[in-house]
Nanobody, 123 residues
């Protein structure tokens, strides 16, 4: 079981940016492919972006391509999600978790979830 702590969420206006952080608690994340997921009110939890163990391969869902960037810093045991040009439809609770690979960037594969961090984008 991998414990993580998400942070960096907040309230911003459309067009602004946020940077989310996912830090491992008591366990290194470098041996895992990692993913960011989100859940908006009334919707299913969905995969947003995933990154492989080395940081060389990434995945983005179509709706965030060109706006979001996933990265990782092994020295800080942290995975980041840089979110630019935010839209109201990005409003959701964002979670991070280990994934099988970037080819399986799906919430269905995740067994354990943290508390997440709220992102709210106003128009």
């Amino acid at each position: 079981q991998v414990q993580v702590e998400e942070s960096g969420g907040g309230l911003v206006q459309a067009g602004e940016s946020l940077r989310l952080s996912c830090t491992g608690s008591g366990q290194t994340l470098e041996t895992y492919a990692m993913g960011w997921f989100r859940q908006a009110p009334g919707k299913q939890r969905e995969g947003v972006s995933c990154i492989d163990r080395s940081g060389d391969k990434t995945y983005y869902r179509d709706s965030v391509k060109g706006r979001f960037t996933i990265s990782r810093d092994s020295a800080k045991n942290t995975v980041y999600l840089q979110m630019d040009s935010l839209k109201p439809e990005d409003t959701a609770v964002y979670y991070c978790a280990p994934v099988q690979s970037t080819d399986h960037c799906s919430a269905a594969w995740v067994l354990y979830w943290g508390q997440g961090t709220q992102v709210t984008v106003s128009s």
